[in-house]
C-alpha cells in the first residue's frame, strides 16, 4: 500500500507488530482512547496509527480479535471520558488551550448535535473532527447517560470493526 510510513518500512512495522503481538489490543485501545480526547484529537493522528497496526496485524495473520476488541473498548472509554469532561466542565472547556484556538469547533458540534440529536453522538464518530467534540458536547447539554452510552457503544462497535476489515483489506493491496 504505502512504501513508509514516518521513516519506518511496513515490513519493519509489520515485525515489530508480530513480534509484539500481545501488546496490540492495549496499544490500539489506548489509541482509540486518546483519538476520542477533546483537544488531543485536534494533534493526534490516532487514525492513521490505528489503521498501521491494524494493516500490519493483518499483514503479519496475527488474530484481530484481541485488536478489535482493544480499539472498541478504548473508543467507547474515550468517548464516555469526553462526556464526562462536558458534564463536570460545561461550555468553559473551550476556553482552554487547545480548543480555545478553534472558535468555529463549539458551533458547528453545537448545530450538529442540535441537528441530529442522539444520532449525533453515533454519526460524529465517523467524522474525524466531530469524533471528540459530539460526545463533549452530549455532556455538555445533559444528554441521558444511558441514552448516550447506547449511541456511544453502538458506534464504536461498529466504527473499529469497519477500521480493522478495511485496514486488514487494504494491507493486502
Known amino acids: 500500500m504505502f512504501s513508509d510510513f514516518f521513516g519506518f518500512s ?3 512495522i509489520e515485525i515489530f507488530v508480530r513480534k509484539h503481538q500481545y501488546w496490540a ?27 498501521i497496526l491494524a494493516g500490519a496485524a493483518g499483514i503479519s495473520d496475527i488474530d484481530i480479535l484481541p485488536l478489535w ?11 464516555w471520558v469526553s462526556y464526562l469532561i462536558g458534564l463536570h466542565f460545561k461550555e468553559s472547556v473551550f476556553h482552554v488551550w487547545p480548543l480555545s484556538r478553534y472558535p ?3 458551533p458547528q ?27 463533549l458536547l452530549a455532556g455538555i447539554f445533559f ?9 456511544n457503544v453502538g458506534s464504536a462497535f461498529i466504527w473499529s470493526l469497519l477500521l480493522i476489515l478495511l485496514s486488514k483489506g487494504l494491507a493486502f493491496f
Open 10 to 12: 511496513v515490513s519493519e
Open 25 to 51: 489490543p492495549y496499544l490500539g485501545g489506548l489509541i482509540a482512547l486518546m483519538e476520542s480526547l477533546p483537544g488531543v484529537s485536534l494533534f493526534f493522528p490516532g487514525w492513521l496509527l490505528l489503521s
Open 69 to 79: 476488541v482493544g480499539i472498541f473498548s478504548g473508543a467507547v472509554l474515550g468517548d
Open 104 to 106: 468555529n469547533l463549539m
Open 109 to 135: 458540534g453545537h448545530a450538529f448535535f442540535e441537528r441530529w440529536g442522539w444520532w449525533a453522538v453515533f454519526l460524529g464518530r465517523f467524522f474525524g473532527p466531530l469524533r471528540a467534540i459530539v460526545p
Open 143 to 151: 444528554m441521558p447517560h444511558l441514552l448516550f452510552q447506547v449511541a
